[in-house]
């Protein structure tokens, strides 16, 4: 079945860490650009950052750059965002997303910064 | 960045209506326009891709036009099940940002 599924969300208080994974299967990942897109609560869809074909090349919005980073391990299937420097304002829930029609969405993890 | 301006912010019709969504950018960006719909609590799906791209198993009541800056979805006779928030997206450069959303409801 062609799907990805995201993990590694959870509770986290501001100025932690967590990284989330999202693990593709039935369809030949390497060769597909990948993104993660976030969602606060109850407010519209935020993309976050994108990663090429090997992972040598990534974009990432603003408000993210310097504290988070995306990583892929294609032997693995697997996408990666590595979230540092946790603030109240990065809880949502995290989706990846399969570039370039963005056609192929998994169900999301939820990332809740708080104290 | 580009900004993705979508209109009305929410929207009431009925079963069979035909009902249009308008998503303005503010640079030009060719046809590197998606549209979803998301139901609550579930991922967002993909609706049409290039401004007017039908995506596979999507319904042909949902139709996109527009280029440019200008961009419309519109839905013909609508169903019980297209109820849901209505987004645009802009792929033409990253950051690859989305409108604010229209929120369709029964009137």
């Known amino acids: 079945e062609v799907q990805l599924v995201e993990s590694g969300g959870g509770l986290v208080q501001p100025g932690g860490s967590l990284r989330l994974s999202c693990a593709a299967s039935?369809?030949?990942?390497?060769?597909?650009?990948m993104t993660w897109v976030r969602q606060a609560p109850g407010k519209g869809l935020e993309w976050v950052a994108n990663?090429?074909?090997?992972?040598?090349?990534?974009y990432y919005v603003d408000s993210v750059k310097g504290r988070f980073t995306i990583s892929r391990d294609n032997a693995k299937k697997s996408l990666y965002l590595q979230m540092n420097s946790l603030r109240a304002e990065d809880t949502a829930v995290y989706y990846c997303?399969?570039?370039?029609?963005?056609?192929?969405w998994g169900r999301g993890t939820l990332v809740t910064v708080s104290s | 960045d580009i900004q993705m301006t979508q209109s009305p912010s929410s929207l009431s019709a009925s079963a069979g209506d035909r009902v249009t969504i308008t998503c303005r950018a503010s640079?030009?960006?060719?046809?590197?326009l998606n549209w979803y719909q998301q139901k609550p609590g579930k991922a967002p799906k993909l609706l049409i891709y290039?401004?007017?791209s039908l995506q596979s198993g999507v319904p042909s009541r949902f139709s996109g036009s527009g280029s440019g800056t200008d961009f419309t979805l519109t839905i013909n006779s609508l169903q019980p099940e297209d109820f849901a928030t209505y987004y645009c997206?802009?792929?033409?450069?990253?950051?690859?940002?989305f409108g604010q959303g229209t929120k369709l409801e029964i009137k």
């Open positions: 039935g369809f030949t990942y390497s060769s597909y650009w």
């Open positions: 997206q802009q792929s033409y450069s990253t950051p690859y940002t």
């Open positions: 290039a401004a007017s």
């Open positions: 997303a399969r570039e370039p029609r963005f056609d192929l």
């Open positions: 990663i090429n074909l090997d992972g040598s090349e990534n």
């Open positions: 640079q030009n960006i060719s046809s590197y």
